[in-house]
């Protein structure tokens, strides 16, 4: 069966420090990759997209930025963070042989930029 | 992309059934509507996806009219674990992007 990774599951970073999160997904291949955001109490919004290795959409023009250096295997990354990038973030994936796709989310990583 | 138009926030009591309406005036011919369900500080999770009609599985029903234009999540006997956000998502493409989602409060 398929399982999706995503840590770590909390994070406290100050101002102006990097980040990395890493996904990964285990069992099926060349899936698309996801990085969502949630900040506190609004809905999800869609950071990048990636529908193969080094194929990268932004949805959203910010501080951030993703790579996709493996099939399975989903980076976001910020060079200097700022307390605006505080949220909730979470990996998804989906099966890219199938039409209108359904989405099977990480456990997410809690971000706290002080 | 459809942009999707949800209520923001619903009360119930326990064993009721609970109806949420999404409203998607501008579907493409090639996109389903999905609906996903999400606790506090976890992932969305899949509830439902249908085309048109009426979908039926062991959690919810899914009801949309021929003109497709709405969907209705119906969740039969709501039970206090079924406290969570929403969300409709009509999409054909791989930009899946969520709206504010329904916040439902089941009452005892």
């Known amino acids: 069966s398929q399982t999706i990774h995503q840590w770590p599951a909390t994070l406290v970073q100050p101002v102006g420090s990097p980040l990395s999160l890493e996904c990964t997904v285990e069992?099926?291949?060349?899936?698309?990759l996801y990085w969502y955001r949630q900040a506190a109490g609004r809905g999800l919004q869609l950071l990048f997209y990636?529908?193969?290795?080094?194929?990268i959409s932004s949805e959203v023009p910010q501080n951030l930025s993703a790579s996709r250096p493996q099939d399975r295997q989903f980076i976001l990354s910020s060079k200097k963070l700022l307390l605006s990038d505080s949220g909730f973030y979470l990996c998804a994936w989906s099966n890219s042989a199938i039409t209108n796709e359904k989405l099977f989310f990480g456990s997410g990583t809690q971000l706290s930029v002080l | 992309l459809a942009k999707t138009t949800q209520p923001i926030s619903m009360d119930s009591y326990e064993g009721q059934e609970v109806n949420i309406t999404c409203s998607h005036n501008n579907i493409a011919t090639n996109d389903y509507i999905t609906w996903y369900q999400q606790f506090p500080s976890q992932g969305p999770r899949f509830i439902i996806q249908?085309?048109?009609t009426k979908v039926t599985n062991e959690v919810a029903s899914l009801f949309i009219p021929a003109d497709r234009k709405s969907s209705t999540l119906s969740l039969p006997r709501v039970s206090l674990s079924d406290t969570a956000v929403y969300y409709c998502?009509?999409?054909?493409?791989?930009?899946?992007?969520f709206g504010k989602g329904t916040k439902l409060s089941v009452i005892p």
């Open positions: 998502l009509v999409a054909g493409s791989y930009q899946l992007t």
């Open positions: 990636s529908v193969g290795i080094g194929q």
């Open positions: 069992g099926t291949s060349n899936p698309n």
């Open positions: 249908g085309y048109k």
